[in-house]
Every structure is written in structure tokens, then in C-alpha cells.
């Protein structure tokens, strides 16, 4: 089998130098396995299976942490070691080179590239140069990669990292391997690609998926009713499409309060001048006069 670049491979350790070692094939071949690629006790004349990559210089180097899960269109999370504003992002995959997603898969805006620390979703590839480099996952792929999400988790809280940024909302993959998508109007601001992002489930869609949001929840801020809607109200420029004609369970959901309790919230809030109803939507009352 020839050494190529991006191929797992049975090599001979054919001879020692002070960096590491040579390894070769049946065709004579040659490749280095440095000192800082290879684990445990290596000989002479030992067959070692080994990953070939290209190192700094583009030379092909072997390394005995062969990084199996991103191989052959396997996919695992890499974490972002640094980020490079004329090329990409470099991820860490488990031996001494950093692999680049390259800025072209990555969003328009850099104020919304992955920083360090930051985890994507990638498998290995390389291209027709026999450059190795990451590839981020697709839809398609997430989907093969995740889970339905059981009815129990409507309410709880979840951790996760984003894999995708729309304008519409923000997709997360969640620690279990639920899928999530948190609509822009659950978020104060948009998060990045590849941030670790904490939420609470709002929700769960026909497909399984959660329908998640940023928001933290109102009561856990406020006590008195009227200010948690009110505080709301606002977080959302002064209207929002809920009002004393809303059922109990989008009532439940997003104020985490009785209908009863709601309404009486609503009642004080309109007595005090506040707010006002127009079929169907509730607004506060200044910013309503505004309009």
C-alpha cells in the first residue's frame, strides 16, 4: 500500500534517528514517525499501524494516534486550538498538527466563527493537493447522528454546542445527541458557531426534535407575575402575541403560570396603565402610543 496522506497504514520501523523513526512499505517507501507522534515501546523491525498526515512543512508524517473517529466519514466533536482570520479555524484531532476548517465553510460574519475552546462537528478529508483538512458535519449528517427526544424533556434545561447559524434561529447539537433549534426570537443575541450553549426546552416538534430557547426562564428572575410578563413584554419590543385569549398550555409554557394567575397578572398590568390588547397581541402601552 503506497503512503499517502489521510490513509491508515501498516508500516516497517526500518531504522532509529534522534527525532523518532523511518518506516517504510513493501515499495521502499519512507515516511517519519516523530518522537512526539508515537506512543508506546517501538523496535526495529516492528510493523506499527500508523496515520499519515502531512506536517507544517507538507511533508508526509506518520503517527501512531491514528484519530479513527473522523475517518472514513466518521465524525467527532475537535476543539478549536486558534483561530486564523485570512484562513480558518485550527481544530486538535489527537496528534501534533492542528487541522483547518477553512474559512470558506465557516459564517460570513467572523464576529461568528468558532473561538478557542469553542468544539465542532468534523471528519477528516483530504484534498486533491493531498492536504489533510476538516470537514464540518452537514444537516444530513446531524441528523443521522442524533436521537428523538423523549417527551419527559419538555421543560428541562439542556446543554449543548451549536452547529448551525440561520437567520431565522440557531441549531444545537445537545450533550444526549438531541437536535434543537431555538427560534431568534428566544435569544438575546446570536451565539457562535461551535459556542457551548445552555437553553431550556420549550417544546418538542412532530420530527422529535426540540424546540429550544436562551431566554432564561421569567419567574426564575422575578416573582410578581405582572413584572415577569411585563419584563417579557419588553424583551420582545413592547408586544408580544399572547393575551387573556391564549390557552392554558402556551400560557404554561412560556410564563410557567396558571391561566388564572395570567389573566389576573394582565388585569393589574392594564389597571396600572401599562399595557394595552389588540386582537390577540398584548402591548406595552408607551411604546404602543409610539407606533
Keep these: ?157 439542556f446543554n449543548g454546542y451549536v452547529y448551525r447559524l440561520l437567520k431565522v434561529g440557531t441549531f444545537v447539537v445537545t450533550d444526549d445527541f438531541y437536535r434543537c433549534f431555538v427560534h431568534e426570537s428566544e435569544r438575546l443575541e446570536e451565539p457562535r458557531l461551535g459556542e457551548r450553549v445552555k437553553g431550556r426546552v420549550i417544546g418538542i416538534s412532530n420530527e422529535g426534535d426540540i424546540n429550544g430557547s436562551f431566554l432564561p426562564r421569567v419567574h426564575e428572575r422575578l416573582e410578581d407575575d405582572a413584572e415577569i410578563i411585563f419584563q417579557y413584554l419588553l424583551e420582545r419590543q413592547g408586544v408580544m402575541p399572547y393575551s387573556d385569549k391564549s390557552t392554558p398550555e402556551e400560557i404554561e409554557n412560556r410564563f410557567g403560570m396558571s391561566k388564572a394567575a395570567f389573566k389576573r397578572a394582565l388585569g393589574n398590568l392594564m389597571k396600572q396603565g401599562r399595557i394595552i390588547q389588540e386582537d390577540g397581541w398584548t402591548k406595552a402601552k408607551e411604546i404602543a402610543e409610539k407606533l
Design 1 to 157: 500500500m503506497r503512503i499517502e496522506v489521510g490513509s491508515v497504514i501498516e508500516l516497517k520501523v526500518e531504522r532509529a534517528v534522534d527525532y523518532g523513526y523511518f518506516l517504510t512499505n513493501t515499495a521502499d517507501e519512507s515516511v517519519l514517525l516523530h518522537h512526539r507522534d508515537c506512543t508506546g515501546e517501538i523496535e526495529i523491525g516492528d510493523y506499527k499501524y500508523v496515520f499519515i498526515f502531512n506536517d507544517k512543512q507538507g511533508r508526509a508524517s506518520a503517527t501512531t494516534n491514528i484519530p479513527e473517529s473522523m475517518l472514513d466519514d466518521a465524525y467527532d466533536w475537535a476543539e478549536v486550538v486558534s483561530v486564523e482570520p485570512n484562513m480558518g479555524v485550527f481544530v486538535k484531532v489527537g496528534f501534533s498538527k492542528d487541522v483547518l476548517v477553512s474559512g470558506d465553510d465557516l459564517p460570513k460574519l467572523k464576529d461568528l466563527w468558532p473561538a478557542v475552546g469553542d468544539k465542532l462537528f468534523i471528519t477528516l478529508k483530504v484534498d486533491r493537493l493531498q492536504r489533510l483538512f476538516a470537514r464540518l458535519a452537514t444537516e444530513s449528517v446531524i441528523l443521522d447522528h442524533t436521537y428523538t427526544t423523549p417527551v419527559e424533556m419538555k421543560n428541562k434545561d
